[in-house]
């Protein structure tokens, strides 16, 4: 199991800091002073509280350890990630931490770089229609776009949310959350 410097854990102390994890060997600040611990020595029992890039907001999509992708959705209790199983109901922040992570943020809400764009109702048919759902068929730049956000990668999506975020948050929606379909299904119908 490996820590990122700026991942909150407790050892025994509470609120310890990662501040380096290499050769087996955890470095932590906390409020006393700074220590080391092996986090696979007996008796050593870690437990994840705050990812390194902070607690999820509504709106960013984070990645576990094993490459799967949840929606960081606002619900009632706060914040919960979605990992697009159907019917789900999310799962708390620190559960998914703990017991998958670490997880780290691949896409933040909104930046300024990201603009400010909202999923409109066409842009909710366009990407309805790549992802195989009744929708409406765009013209062929705008279907190659969609399909270019579809297959990039994290930096490159980032990248592409500059100049198109309502398609790169209509793709992340249909790709990560548990009712993202749905919520898409929901947006189209407002142009009818």
Known sequence: MTYQPGEIIDIAISHARVTECQDGVLAYAYSEGEGVVLP????????????ADGP???GELWEDAHGVRYLAVEC?????LHSGTPGGSGYDAAYVHHNYGPIKRILAARDDELGTE???PTIAHHVLWHYGEPGME???FTKDLIALIARADPHNRRRLAAEYPGYVA?????EAADSGIADLQQIA???T
């Open 40 to 51: 696979k020595g007996d008796g050593v029992r870690i437990t994840r509280l705050v990812p």
């Open 189 to 191: 119908e407002r142009a």
């Open 56 to 58: 999820p907001q509504a």
């Open 118 to 120: 909202e999923i409109t």
């Open 76 to 80: 009632a209790g706060g914040v919960r």
């Open 170 to 174: 209509a793709c992340n929606w249909a």
């Open 138 to 140: 765009p013209g062929s």
